[in-house]
């Protein structure tokens, strides 16, 4: 990943005369300035080359993974947030304000920060003529070298962006090294363990109780799954909403998508809300985010259409809790969906399908599903694999109750 500047958010200024100390102390769920740190990392990288800003929270320095805050003295400059590895180390985001893009802030920072990881890597856009970003990756590229990089004519990719590694003077990897470094910390997004709908239902209680509030659950959620797919700007995105918690991570989404430009709509099967999928709600209203609810005199070639004129569906109707019988005008709605042209995400689980055995007597098809928390049994069956394109499982912090599981 690259270095970030920021558009904000540093104000004080610092005298040139005055020798520099800087220091680095690690980043958690206590941190006193971390929503300042949030808003950093949203203004200094597009939302394309961002992780949920809870999952660095959530990672950070653990499992071979370094998020700092940086000070001169007492002065909060910014971040660096660092993969770990035997072999190398390699530098996922680094971020500065601004502000002090003149100060001499950078070259310090890595200079001592080189101290700590002798075989410091990480990677920039290539440089290619016809990018539009032709000039700011050319001042990367001298401001890297500068400081005693150098490119190892490697060319790697991550989250769908091609970059270049680059690494200390002399300094040589192996590509196999960065891809295990890597996979190791997106593979920590993932908790690697099954539960029954009951078992999830009595997590998500358990956590709220003692450690997160439901609507942060819910906006990590959304967020998750914001990040895990992949559209773009340009694209038409159409959100199917019911009115349970589901529904409300697709509020969050439609939220997340309209503050970066991409055309959202949402369609609500009912006016009905659950308590937090309301909050989120009004937020889409208030920020005149697109919504309409469904005639249910709508019939399926009509809905066909309508469904046809998106590049993407995110599917947020039914929940894991869901069981029975699809009917009326739900029916319609999936069937539509599934042979519409629009990919189609789906939040959690695919809806209409049963969250402990994966069966289905009609159910979203999806090109993606992105769980929440912990993967759900019927998610992973023979028959739930006919429906799911590709499943993503997301660690948003859901805590089990470890006597709770039988």
Not at 54 to 66: A, Q, R
Not at 370 to 396: P, Y
């Amino acid at each position: 990943m690259q270095f970030g500047i920021a558009r904000d958010g540093f104000k004080t200024a610092v005298p040139k005369d005055r020798r520099r100390m800087i220091r680095f102390e690690k980043i958690d769920e206590n941190t006193n300035n971390l929503e300042e740190i949030k808003q950093l990392y949203l203004d200094a990288f597009p939302f394309e080359e961002r992780i949920p800003f809870y999952i660095m929270v959530l990672v950070g320095n653990d499992k071979g993974v370094e998020f700092l805050s940086i000070y001169d003295d007492d002065t909060w400059l910014g971040f660096i947030h660092t993969l770990v590895g035997d072999e190398l180390s390699y530098i996922f985001y680094f971020a500065i304000d601004n502000r002090l893009r003149q100060s001499g802030y950078g070259s310090k920072i890595l200079h001592e920060y080189k101290k700590i990881h002798p075989r410091l890597s990480l990677a920039i856009e290539p440089i290619e003529e016809n990018s539009d970003n032709i000039k700011q990756r050319r001042k990367r590229l001298e401001f890297y070298k500068k400081n005693g990089f150098e490119t190892l004519d490697t060319k790697v990719v991550e989250m769908g962006i091609e970059f270049e590694l680059m690494g200390a003077k002399g300094m040589k990897i192996k590509e196999s090294d960065y891809k295990k470094l890597v996979k190791k910390f997106f593979d920590s997004f993932d908790q690697g363990r099954v539960l029954s709908v009951k078992e999830m239902r009595d997590a998500d209680s358990y956590t709220i109780a003692n450690f997160i509030d439901s609507k942060e659950l819910m906006y990590r959620a959304g967020e998750a799954i914001f990040y895990v797919a992949n559209w773009d700007i340009g694209d038409k995105v159409l959100i199917l909403a019911g009115s349970g918690n589901n529904a409300g991570d697709g509020y969050v989404v439609a939220d997340l998508l309209n503050i970066e430009e991409i055309d959202v709509e949402i369609l609500l099967i009912k006016e009905k809300f659950s308590e937090d999928g309301k909050y989120y709600f009004n937020i889409c209203k208030q920020k005149g985010i697109k919504y309409s609810v469904l005639d249910e005199n709508m019939d399926y070639n009509t809905l066909l259409s309508k469904f046809n004129s998106y590049d993407y569906i995110l599917d947020c109707i039914y929940g894991t809790g869901f069981v029975g019988e699809v009917r009326e005008p739900v029916y319609s709605i999936i069937k539509a969906a599934n042979d519409s042209k629009a990919k189609v995400v789906s939040a959690d689980i695919n809806s209409g399908m049963n969250g402990d055995t994966g069966e289905s007597d009609i159910c979203v098809n999806s090109d993606l599903t992105v769980s929440i928390g912990f993967l759900k049994k019927g998610l992973i069956t023979e028959e739930a694999k006919k429906h799911i394109g590709r499943l993503v499982n997301m660690d948003i912090g859901i805590v089990v109750e470890e006597k709770s599981i039988v």
